[in-house]
């Protein structure tokens, strides 16, 4: 977790001030967030990097030993097959630090929360 008393501004700033171990990962979420959502607006939402295309698509953030990956309930139940070999939530996935993020899922996950927030998503407005 991000340190309380560092409130980051934007996503460089949020990635800076989290635990060495995490920063790569997190530097190589964005850059495969952004790929895949070439047209991806970047913020903060509730303190997390987060990426909004009409609706807020994802969000991540560092955790002391993964990477947490926001994508929504339905993107989890939706790609819930390829996710048996990650811990899941409801509407997060955990990432651990110490293997290769698996970054084919990732662009799958964004591209069916790309399609759902053209679609029909009414949730997670921005």
């Given at each position: ?25 997190l530097r ?99």
């Open positions: 977790m991000i340190p309380k008393k560092a409130r980051p501004e934007s996503i460089t700033e949020y990635i800076h001030a989290a635990p060495k171990e995490a920063q790569k990962k190589e979420m964005r850059a495969c967030i952004r790929t895949s959502a070439p047209g991806a607006k970047e913020s903060l939402k509730w303190g997390m990097p987060a990426f909004s295309y009409r609706r807020i698509l994802v969000a991540f953030a560092a955790h002391k030993h993964r990477i947490g990956f926001y994508p929504t309930p339905s993107a989890v139940r939706a790609f819930r097959n390829d996710l048996s070999k990650f811990a899941t939530a409801k509407g997060s996935i955990q990432l651990p630090l110490e293997k290769p993020l698996p970054r084919p899922l990732i662009r799958k996950i964004i591209a069916f929360r790309v399609r759902k927030s053209v679609q029909e998503d009414r949730k997670w407005r921005t």
